[in-house]
């Protein structure tokens, strides 16, 4: 089924929003994220971070919300993103999802272009596993980015709430987070016609930026203990329009900010753009 595409008017206004919880991520990271989105969003919006623990991001620039008031599995409270009504706003509203592991390097504008969808994401260009398999022929979105027009989607929140446990059973993340928002998507919109952004504003760090070094063939664990030629040269941006550069993976910008980090290059773009 191909989702139909609405009249609407131009997008004169974004809610960004991140979610931080537990330890991966720190407050210090938030206020990079609103930093590098301020210098590079011109139009008009609100910042948002939803998290367990608001002490140190700075709140004359970011709004501060709650945690979902449930027990939910894994990264399942980034499900509530799709509510009906997510933080009191209404339904002519457009929110734009960021990972907090993301670098701006360009205009973030095009996030308000083709204002007629309700649902655009990033693609997903890594290879599809086995057990991507549910929905992700048609679906092959990359959760990093995306924007949705409030309550467009409910049912992807009112069905994953209604057994949050249940499904984190069918849909287990990677290195041992119980629930994948990313494959819950692909499943609850596996009979919707994905639209993607542009892929050449959203880019991958490890694939894009000529990060790996030679010796990434040897595997991880090489790299881990010092087998690597990531000392010699740098990673790049492409210079190709890019405006995001996804850290998706065990990798964050701070990991190789100054120094290279297993196989993976140290990336100077990082101290340009990933700052406050």
């Known amino acids: 089924m191909t989702a139909k595409a609405r009249p609407a008017a131009p997008v004169t206004h974004l809610n960004v929003i991140c979610y931080k919880w537990g330890t991966m991520y720190t407050a210090e990271e938030v206020n990079i994220l609103r930093a590098m989105v301020k210098r590079n969003l011109s139009l008009p919006h609100r910042f948002f971070c939803i998290t367990d623990d608001a002490t140190g991001i700075d709140e004359s620039e970011v709004e501060v919300r709650a945690m979902p008031p449930y027990d939910l599995p894994g990264n399942g409270p980034k ?20 990972d907090i592991d993301l670098v701006v390097v360009g205009s973030l504008d095009f996030l308000a272009d083709r204002p007629e969808e309700d649902f655009i994401i990033a ?37 994953f709430i209604a057994d949050p446990f249940g499904h984190s059973d069918k849909f287990p993340g990677l290195n041992g987070n119980d629930f994948s928002e990313q494959r819950w998507l692909a499943y609850e919109l596996k009979d919707r016609e994905p639209v993607y952004f542009p892929e050449e504003k959203i880019i991958i760090y490890r694939l894009d930026c000529d990060a790996r070094a030679a010796s990434y063939k040897l595997g991880r664990l090489a790299g881990d203990i010092g087998l690597t030629t990531a000392w010699f ?5 492409p210079g190709k329009g890019e405006a995001i550069v996804s850290f998706a993976g065990k990798v964050n910008p701070r990991d190789v900010r100054d120094r290279h980090c297993g196989h993976l290059k140290q990336a100077p773009f990082v101290a340009e753009h990933w700052r406050l």
């Open 79 to 98: 499900i509530w993103t799709f509510s009906d009504g997510f933080l009191g706003l209404g339904p002519d509203e457009h929110v734009v999802s960021l």
């Open 123 to 159: 693609r997903h260009r890594g290879k599809a596993t086995e057990s991507d398999r549910e929905g992700a022929e048609i679906f092959r979105g990359h959760g990093a980015v995306y924007r949705v027009r409030v309550g467009s989607l409910r049912q992807v929140w009112d069905d």
């Open 233 to 237: 040269g740098k990673a790049r941006l």
